[in-house]
């Protein structure tokens, strides 16, 4: 699952992604369910997690 957030100022930006990976995890207990961002949950499998992508805009 990919999940996008609108650009911020880069303090503003940390603060969203904590936020929303919180949220995300709280959720998913709710509903007995489990989640990661670890970039490679299951040992031996290809990675597909915990990557963030940035824009540089400006000077």
Do not use: C, K, W, Y
Request: no cysteine.
């Amino acid at each position: 699952m990919n999940f996008f957030l609108f650009p911020e100022r880069p303090l503003e930006a940390v603060d969203r992604l904590t936020i929303t990976r919180q949220t995300i995890m709280r959720v998913a207990r709710e509903h007995d369910l489990h989640t990661t961002f670890h970039s490679r949950s299951v040992p031996g499998t290809a990675g597909n997690g915990a990557h963030v992508h940035l824009l540089r805009r400006g000077d």
